[in-house]
């Protein structure tokens, strides 16, 4: 491979989704194929190197230092995952182990064989790091002794057999291991890092190499590519500087894209919240934020969490005035107030429900733009919550239950689909759902920080509101549904929600803390141009998503050509 290729076309490639980790088993695929590096003629075979490898077992069979070795399965060329290069040879890789060992794991109810001084590997220590020199659990010698557990020496490979042969490590100490685990004990014609890079391959479909979970007698039997011994120490080589290369790139990437979330955090900040002075000390008004963005759009956008950031900041803009030009001609929300006043019943009651209404300066998140008004939730609509309805009661058609796992981000979803008989909206009518109703999810209602609310179109009707969904109905219709939803999207609300959630495993909020949380009211007209505005900036933004979706694939496939190229 030409690491210069590599480079020279870097801008590209370092954008592109999981580029060095699909560079690293690129590079570890060619290794174990012979395609890194070239092959010498001078070379010794490998089937001269097998003869010196079968000589040294006689020789530690002959000396007791090692049992004979169960005949393995011959190899069938036709059956090998590809054409060894030349001077190689299939063989099954117990034909280059000189030795293997199991494991065990010693009586958990015996204290004693426990917290000793010898380091006890299991699945959970092999795998994350080439060289393993440290466990996470520790055996006494009696735990040793008084279990089918085996002390490893150091510098031998230790290869998990039930959880993918693709964990994998050598091991720098002396260590126990337990039954998920063997460790091989390679003939000294061997190199070892070669072994490690070949069972790092065996974990990723597609090389022809996938392995799930074997036993010792398949594990033995295992087909192996052996290289003659100088070029195993060639590709060990190569894969070192190669590896190094991809350390290089994986660094650069995080700091470029440390330094576009940095940008885009600090642009996005600026969007949301007026001024912002930079690490410079200079200061930016909305409009510099602003049209920096939308100058820089393509930079600043290059993945699907990017066009997220944007999303919410159209919904704040949205509902702080800041995404349409206020029109003197509307009439001042105030006025939807005192309508809705006008139309309630004038009792003790309300009287102390509308004093309890009254806000306060210091509850407003923002200064509203003129013709605007604060109002609590609980003056402006009811929310009406659904009925526990039991599962005797289910029905195979008829009305719809609308349930919690039916409403998502501003969309309603029916993976999840009971019923109840028709008859049931005639004995429920407040809980019966319209065309335009607005729901919102009560019990855990938010998921990634985004807020499970909807609104019904006739596609999801017949249906009937359940327990722990909201329906919020209005007292007015001077306060348009998708307004009220862009709100409940926006951060202002779900910040304010996340500090009045309560439980920890079934996080709920209650009707009466969702009454008092405030909401920015803009006049009707303006809600109407609000509405029509985030329709169409979100469509821009279903758009960039697509445009990104369809680069990632462009990018990927250039990857491949550039990697086929370098080659």
């Known amino acids: 491979m030409n690491p210069e290729r590599l480079l020279q076309n870097f801008d590209r490639l370092i954008d592109t989704p999981d580029a060095v ?22 070379d010794e075979p490998a089937g001269e190197l097998l003869k010196r490898i079968e000589g040294e077992k006689k020789r530690l069979v002959k000396a007791g230092t090692i049992k004979e070795q169960k005949p393995l399965t011959p190899i069938d060329i036709a059956t090998t995952p590809f ?79 039930r959880m993918g042969l693709g964990k994998v490590s050598i091991n720098q100490v002396p260590m126990a291991i337990n039954q998920d685990l063997r460790a ?17 391959t065996a974990s990723y479909e597609g090389s022809g190499l996938t392995v799930k979970g074997i036993k010792v007698e398949e594990l033995l039997n295992f087909p192996f590519p052996l290289p003659p011994l100088a070029e195993q120490h060639r590709i060990v080589a190569k894969v070192d500087e190669l590896m190094k290369l991809c350390d290089e790139l994986e660094v650069a990437q995080a700091k470029r894209e440390r330094r576009r979330n940095r940008l885009v955090a600090a642009t996005l900040h600026g969007l949301n919240n007026g001024k912002v002075d930079n690490e410079n000390g200079e200061s930016f008004s909305f409009e510099d934020s602003a049209r920096f963005y939308f100058n820089h759009l393509p ?25 349409v030009e206020q029109d003197p001609k509307d009439e001042p929300s105030e006025r939807i107030l005192t309508d809705i006043s006008s139309v309630q019943r004038r009792n003790t009651k309300d009287n102390e429900k509308q004093q309890r209404n009254n806000i306060c300066d210091h509850e407003m998140l923002f200064i509203s733009p003129p013709g605007w008004c604060w109002s609590r939730i609980g003056q402006l609509c009811d929310l009406v919550s659904g009925h526990a309805f039991k599962a005797a009661e289910y029905s195979k ?4 239950l609308f349930q919690i796992a039916n409403v998502s981000f501003g969309k309603t979803k029916w993976e999840t689909l009971n019923y109840l008989p028709l008859a049931y909206m005639a004995a429920y009518p407040d809980l019966v759902l319209n065309p335009g109703d607005l729901v919102m999810a009560l019990n855990r209602p938010l998921l990634n920080g985004q807020m499970k609310a909807a609104i019904l179109s006739q596609e999801d009707l017949p249906a009937i509101l359940y327990q722990r969904v909201g329906k919020i109905v209005f007292f007015l219709e001077e306060v348009l549904n998708k307004y009220f939803l862009l709100y ?28 008092q949380f405030l909401v920015p009211l803009p006049p009707l007209g303006e809600q109407h141009r609000i509405v029509a505005k985030v329709d169409e900036l979100m469509a821009l933004c279903d758009e960039m998503e697509g445009r990104i979706s ?18």
């Open 550 to 567: 369809t680069n990632t694939t462009t990018s990927r496939k250039f990857l491949e050509a550039t990697l086929q190229a370098a080659l």
């Open 83 to 161: 054409d060894p290069p030349s001077g190689w040879k299939w063989t099954r890789l117990g034909a280059t182990v000189n030795n293997h060992f199991g494991g065990g794991t010693p009586s958990k109810s015996n204290f004693t064989y426990w917290d000793g001084d010898i380091f006890w590997a299991s699945v959970k220590d092999i795998g994350k790091t080439k060289y393993v020199d440290q466990t996470i659990d520790r055996i006494s010698e009696d735990g040793l002794k008084n279990s089918s557990s085996n002390l490893i020496p150091p510098g031998n490979l230790i290869v998990v057999t």
């Open 299 to 323: 930079r600043l956008t290059t993945r699907a969490e990017h066009i997220q950031q944007l999303r919410q900041t159209i919904l704040n803009l949205a509902v702080r005035g800041k995404l």
């Open 397 to 400: 058609s008829g009305a719809r």
């Open 488 to 515: 409940l999207q926006s951060s202002h609300f779900v910040k304010r929600l996340e500090e009045n959630l309560q439980g920890s495993d079934q996080p709920f909020i209650n009707k009466s803390q969702v009454m």
């Open 21 to 42: 980790p699909r560079l690293r088993r690129f590079i570890l695929d060619l290794a174990v194929r012979g395609k890194l590096v070239e092959q010498y003629p001078e």
């Open 184 to 200: 091989l004990i390679l003939s000294s014609f061997a190199s070892i890092d070669f072994y490690y890079i070949f069972f790092k």
